[in-house]
């Protein structure tokens, strides 16, 4: 794996290059201002002092590639200890949880920075309750990561706000308005989640808030979009309630209705209605996207929607240390020698990658697949007892077997 950091531009007409990884379509390319991680092709990676070596000699150059050459993203866990007990926890946390040493958390900071990853994304557990974060977070950025925190709240000062300045975004749990954040977590955390959205806004730090939906938050989410924008928060995530953990439980009572999942980009579209703030949705929610067929798969690619990218670009690391290619994937993960051999040869994550290749129908010859990327395979897991099976929750999933059963 060929990088390099690139002589800094003058700014005047294009981002400034932070650093630059070479890939078989091209490189990635680290960017300062706006923050991101952009894919060009071989021309010009060449053109910016890219050597591509004997990964440019395939005559294929596409960036549909099976897997990067180093994940882009890897979520790092930094403890398990949380004092909430969420009942929908997909790492069961607890207030008896450890916190992962720091020297232990440097070293795998180290390993993350040596494989090639851009980003890492720290969790827990809760993470705000990790005594040695502000250490965690300079050893990151000392080594060239762009780093971001994700946290209910819990445990948030002053002092720590101001410890975050360090971090590209800190990602506030925020579940809902009134009952809504209750019915999702079992307690009522509404109060500490706006808290701490107010406290890292007046530390300067960049805000964005996620939000998990279940079949009992969904209508509010509009409401809850405008709070946290007048409330400063500069991005709002929403993310699909997924098993694992607790979750699995009651995953099924928890899901959003089939209706709910139908009505999923008219809800997008009253949230971008609001205004003032960035939307996103993760990777396991673009099936449910299938719903509007006025979507073209090269609309949401020109926006950069993308579907699952567990064990293509994302990798996470849990407690034990254990390598899997998301945060949900059941199982101990891999725990092979090395980061690097666990990412490019470890079974979970080889298993991730090779659905996309391998779709069974109906996504083998639906139009959204390379941008779906075949749904979520740890709802697949879950509920079909297959990682492999089509995502059960697509509508277009759902309309093909009723369709066939019809046939049948």
């Not at 390993?111 to 827990?124: E, H």
């Not at 925190?149 to 971090?167: E, F, N, W």
């Not at 806004?201 to 009992?216: H, I, K």
């Not at 879950?382 to 309309?399: F, L, M, S, T």
Request: aromatic fraction near 4%.
């Amino acid at each position: 794996m060929e990088e390099r950091t690139p002589p800094p531009s003058d700014g005047t007409e294009s981002p400034r290059i932070l650093r630059a990884r070479a890939e078989k379509f091209g490189a990635l390319l680290a960017t300062e201002s706006p923050t991101a991680v952009i894919a060009v092709d071989r021309t010009l990676a060449a053109r910016l002092g890219v050597d591509g070596g004997a990964l440019w000699n395939d005559a294929d150059g596409s960036v549909d590639v099976r897997m990067y050459e180093g994940p882009v993203e890897v979520h790092l866990a930094v403890t398990a200890h949380c004092p909430a007990g969420c009942p929908g926890c997909y790492v069961d946390a607890t207030l008896g949880g450890e916190h992962v040493a720091l020297d232990v958390l440097r070293g795998r900071l180290d390993d993350i920075r040596a494989l090639g990853a851009f980003r890492v994304a720290l969790g827990g557990g809760e993470a705000m309750l990790h005594p040695d974060l502000g250490a965690v977070l300079a050893h990151g950025r000392a080594l060239g990561l762009e780093m971001s925190v994700t946290t209910s709240g819990l445990g948030l000062t002053a002092a720590r706000a101001a410890m975050l300045d360090g971090a590209s975004q800190v990602n506030v749990s925020h579940d809902g308005l009134g009952p809504d954040y209750e019915t999702v977590r079992g307690y009522d955390g509404s109060g500490v989640a706006e808290r701490s959205i107010r406290m890292l806004v007046a530390a300067g730090v960049r805000v964005g808030v996620n939000t998990v939906l279940t079949r009992s938050n969904f209508a509010g989410v509009p409401e809850l979009a405008a709070r946290i924008r007048d409330l400063g928060a500069g991005e709002l995530q929403l993310l699909r309630y997924k098993p694992g953990g607790r979750a699995n439980l009651d995953y099924l009572a928890r899901r959003l209705t089939p209706d709910q999942v139908r009505a999923v980009p008219a809800l997008l579209r009253a949230v971008v209605a609001l205004g003032g703030f960035s939307l996103r949705i993760d990777c396991s929610m673009v099936p449910f996207l299938a719903a509007d067929s006025a979507l073209a798969a090269e609309d949401l690619f020109r926006f950069g929607v993308e579907g699952c990218e567990a064990g293509r670009a994302l990798a996470t690391v849990g407690t034990s240390g254990a390598v899997k290619p998301c945060s949900f994937w059941p199982g101990d993960g891999n725990r092979a020698a090395t980061l690097d051999d666990a990412w490019r040869h470890g079974d979970d994550l080889e298993g991730a990658r090779d659905h996309v290749f391998e779709a069974p129908m109906p996504c083998r010859t639906c139009p959204l697949q390379r941008v779906c990327r075949g749904g979520c395979r740890v709802v697949a897991t879950h509920v079909e007892g297959d990682a492999r099976a089509p995502d059960p929750e697509c509508p277009r999933v759902i309309a093909w077997r009723a369709a066939a059963d019809t046939e049948a």
